[in-house]
């Protein structure tokens, strides 16, 4: 009796390890995925540094609103999401890595009523790159980390959607897989991992093309509206636009430290 | 002792087999969940926590129960408790699997469940809720076996018992802390960020807590005879009544607060449940409903002769644990995301799939909860 209880238990406890940490089964995550998508079974904490990549001590990016109009929006809106799998689903389930929208709703604190054409205006809101990011703080398994330049990345393969980090960012600059993405995928770019439902994902400041000695892709289509370089840098471009312009960020009381600056 | 449990009236048996049926139902959305993924629920990229972990906040209390009969038994020696304190041990049992369910529920991933035990991450708070409900559930299965067993041999329980009983007691403070410390520690959410969050959770779960169970043990008295003794709910009815003043207390407190203050952000929240926002106010009548089943449930059980009388006790109950019921199980979560951080408006409302669900996982709590009752109140029956 005592022995077989214990065999019950002993079975038991290894059913429920092995269904925690098995690869996803064609029931729970949707099978079928791209060539590139073995690459990105390996942990995506330990990031791949070629000969030619980019660095910077930390990474921030400069959008002058004044350069921003509805062609050159679009174009970046378009690029990121394409070379990215971004799908376009309908509806309130969408995913967005980087969208135009109101100067007012970007800017809740800063615009006043007698300003009625700036709050009208549109920009583009993306994931801040927070120095002090409240989704890095909450995530229960570090599925959303730091890197050491700043760029908040997600590990898609870690993430167990428990949206912890949605409920933290107070730009909502995070999207939830809530079905299947690849349904919602015209083209698929190789070279970038698609995702499968149940997981979050957002802009990551193009990490992977910084890693082969490219700027973001949301910078080259700017038309000079986007810069992207190295805070810690006093030469860089960034810092420099910073030094002779008057920039906001979004939200700054809340304390998370923005890396993405808007100049007025 | 478990044998108890198969030892059954067709009543009994009848009520099972309900349950199983519900469960099957859940099983079956749930599958569809599986399947599609959370695109099912009524959630969106606003709203991206709904009904599920609402459940999961409000059952935390319901949970947190037990230790309002405890702190009385043990700590203030009133042995009247003694009777009715193995169910609340067991029903804090079925509630916090009912909590670990919703939250499997939730996760987008759950097949990646076991990721938060092998990347474990302290500066989550999501780490220490896993980490105090699994051990409230632990302590609580422990305490409520042991004691319950050594009732059945009429032996004193064993010495070493009263730690983990005196252990419960902050425990079940912790369970319902860090579940408000999951929430008040948002940046941009306005209807969170406040101090007040933890202990109006606190008091609005020892209210809906004792409630719950004054009520199922009426159920419990129709079906098997059980007596609790004499007085004993009307005792716990006063335990209630007064969390539920402290409960609307700190709503008024948090009222107060946001609007002196006039800051809009905070603001914003507390009118779209209360009055409507930009013509959006799904929740207005049931946060009104709410507020108003709380006021005439305390109108009725801070009586003392009211609570004597078993119907106008089971009504205030009622009221008072509804009402709690739509405050947390509703407002609490989906207010807090609306609007959100840019100001935009979308409104949530819960799928039919997404309550099949809800509706299994709460079939299988109260399986628990019947099966440990019928082996509770079976002891008891056995030793009088």
Avoid at chain 2, 80 to 88: D, Y
Wanted: glycine letters at 8%; one cysteine or more; aromatic letters at 12%.
């Amino acid at each position: 009796m005592k022995t077989q209880r214990r065999n019950f238990l002993k079975i038991a406890a290894m059913a429920v390890l092995g269904w925690g940490v098995r690869p996803a089964s064609e029931i729970l995550a949707s099978g079928g995925g791209t060539a590139s998508e073995g690459l990105l079974f390996a942990s995506r904490h330990k990031v791949h540094v070629g000969p030619n990549a980019l660095t910077a001590s930390r990474w921030a990016m400069v959008i002058d609103t004044a350069k921003l109009n509805e062609k050159v929006m679009e174009d970046i809106v378009h690029t990121c999401h394409s070379i990215h799998n971004v799908p376009t689903i309908p509806g309130n389930q969408n995913i967005k890595w980087i969208w135009e929208t109101h100067m007012d709703h970007l800017f809740l604190e800063d615009l006043h009523e007698y300003q009625p054409e700036a709050g009208a205006k549109s920009a583009l809101a993306l994931c801040n790159h927070c120095d002090n990011p409240p989704c890095v703080r909450v995530c229960p398994t570090k599925a959303t980390f730091q890197r050491e330049d700043g760029i908040v990345m997600m590990d898609f393969h870690r993430c167990i959607g428990c949206r912890y980090c949605m409920a933290g960012c107070p730009y909502g600059s995070r999207s939830f897989n809530f079905m299947d993405p690849r349904k919602h995928l015209e083209t698929t770019n190789p070279d970038f991992p698609t995702r499968t439902k149940g997981v979050v994902e957002k802009c990551e400041f193009c990490a992977e093309r910084l890693a082969e000695g490219k700027m973001p892709a949301c910078v080259e289509v700017s038309e000079g509206a986007l810069a992207f370089g190295d805070l810690g840098d006093p030469e860089s471009e960034v810092r420099k636009l910073l030094a002779e312009r008057f920039s906001i960020r979004r939200s700054p009381t809340l304390g998370t430290k923005p890396c993405v600056y808007y100049l007025v | 002792m478990l044998e108890k449990a198969i030892n059954g009236s067709k009543v009994y048996w009848g009520w099972i087999a309900f349950l199983l049926l519900l469960m099957s139902i859940g099983a079956a959305c749930y599958w569809q969940q599986l399947s599609h993924g959370l695109t099912i629920t009524g959630m969106s990229r606003d709203v991206t926590w709904g009904f599920y972990i609402a459940q999961f906040t409000f059952l935390v209390g319901v949970a947190a129960s037990a230790v309002m009969l405890v702190i009385p038994k043990y700590l203030h020696n009133y042995h009247k408790f003694g009777k009715i304190l193995i169910l609340g041990e067991f029903n804090a049992v079925a509630m916090v699997i009912l909590c670990l369910l919703f939250i499997v529920a939730d996760l987008g991933s759950p097949q990646r469940l076991m990721n938060v035990l092998i990347h474990p991450t302290p500066n989550s708070v999501l780490f220490w809720d896993m980490v105090v409900l699994n051990g409230y559930l632990l302590i609580n299965i422990l305490v409520g076996w042991v004691t319950l067993e050594s009732e059945r041999k009429q032996i004193a329980p064993p010495k070493w018992i009263k730690f983990f009983i005196y252990l419960s007691i902050p425990w079940a403070v912790s369970i319902h802390t860090v579940t408000a410390f999951l929430y008040c520690g948002l940046p941009g959410r306005g209807y969170w960020l406040t101090a007040v969050l933890a202990a109006r959770f606190l008091a609005s779960a020892f209210a809906a807590g004792p409630a719950f169970l004054i009520l199922v043990t009426y159920i419990a008295k129709i079906f098997t005879g059980f007596d609790p003794g004499k007085g004993v709910l009307a005792t716990l009815g006063k335990t209630v009544v007064y969390a539920m003043c402290v409960n609307l207390f700190l709503l008024l407190c948090e009222v107060f607060t946001v609007f002196y203050s006039q800051i809009p952000s905070h603001m914003a929240h507390l009118q779209y449940l209360f009055v409507g926002y930009h013509g959006h106010g799904v929740l207005v009548p049931w946060m009104w409903s709410a507020m108003i089943m709380a006021v005439v449930g305390i109108l009725i059980l801070i009586v003392p002769k009211n609570r004597e009388q078993d119907n106008l006790l089971i009504i205030g109950c009622l009221l008072i644990f509804i009402g709690a019921w739509i405050d947390k199980g509703l407002g609490m979560i989906g207010g807090g995301f609306v609007p959100n951080p840019l100001h935009e408006i979308t409104e949530y409302v819960p799928s039919q799939l997404e309550l099949g669900v809800s509706l299994g996982i709460y079939a299988t709590g109260f399986l628990v909860l019947t099966i440990l009752y019928k082996v509770a109140i079976g002891v008891k029956q056995e030793i009088e």
